[in-house]
Structure formats: C-alpha cells, structure tokens
C-alpha cells in the first residue's frame, strides 16, 4: 500500500460519502459524550432510542446528576452494561459541574480522567464533537485497515499511529467517519460487499467477494 493508493482510496470513499457523519443523535458535546460513553459495546441505534427518550428529560450535567443513578438507568437500561455506564456517567457529570463549569474539556488528558472515558471515546469527543483531527479506532475502523492493508495493526493504537501516519492531511478530519460508515455498510465483517466497493480495485484483500 503506497501513498498514491492510500490518496485515491480516501478520495472515492469522501465521493461515495459527502457526509461523514456519526449517526448517534446529539446536539452538543455534551450529549455527544453521553451518548459515545454509552455506545460501548452497543449499537448508535439502541443508544439513541435511549437518548431520544433521556435528552428532553436531561441533557446537561446538573440534569443528569439530579437525576442520580436510579433515575438515569430507567432510560439507558435496554443498552447493554447499564449499570456501569450509569454510574460512570454520574461520576462523569459530577466532574464537569466541579472541575470543568459544566463544560466538556477539549484536551485528551482532560477527557480521559472522566469515568467512562478511554483513548477511544476521547478522540470520538475530539474530532466530532470539537473538529480535531482524530481517529478513534473501532471494531470497524480495525478490520478496514488490516482488511484493505491502508493501516494494519495487531491492536487498536498500533493501527491509530499507522492512520495517523498515513491518512492524506486533506482527508484527516474526515477519516475517522469515512472508514467506520465504508466498514458499517461495505466492509462488513462476515461478507463484504466486495463486488459493489467503490475501492475494490485499490484494497489489498487477498479473499474479496462478489457479493
């Protein structure tokens, strides 16, 4: 995989993607955090049926706090891990009210001492949220960079570094989305969609489909 390659993936994957966007419903940093520290290990769309039901009752920290634990897991409790999640999100709330005036930090470090709250749902934070231009490396984002060789890791910051690395500059801020949302519906894990990728020709996958 060579610079030129990686230019070219990157270029028909923002054309066949104009707007790569996260698909958990937010309408700022705040709900957005929420809402990525809940999605761990569940789908955008089980955490926004709980979102959509949770953030017209309590969308700010002092909201969510006085709603305490009991309260907060009657509207996240169909999302796997609840209780743990719950917990930390009050935490989390607690903190920003204390430390932050109820603002969620735009550093790493900062983002990162909240319960909750790993390398991962930092970058997510970060590039949505407040336009830096991280790559938090999912589930999808994993198989896409070892599938198509564009980054290949043996484990998740190992293949951050290699993106970072190698993602053109002009397609930094976008990246993260366009490989979660081509590896969501495209380069899915069991079969992909070889046949119809826009990147086929250019992905280095010695077992490609034609489905």
Known sequence: MNKTKRLEIFNRLSKAIPEPETELNYNSPFELLIAVILSAQATDKGVNKA????YPIANTPESIFKLGDEGLKQYIKTI??????GSNIIKTCKILIEQHNSLVPQTREELEALPGVGRKTANVVLNTAFGVPTIAVDTHIFRVSNRTKIA?????????KKLEKHV???HMLD??????LHGRYTCIARKPRCGSCVIEDLCEFKDKTIY
């Open 168 to 170: 053109p500059k002009e």
């Open 51 to 54: 979102t959509d039901k949770l």
């Open 80 to 85: 796997g891990l609840f209780n743990t999640k």
């Open 152 to 160: 290949p890791g043996k484990n998740v910051l190992e293949v951050e």
């Open 175 to 180: 990246a993260h989305h366009l490989l979660i």
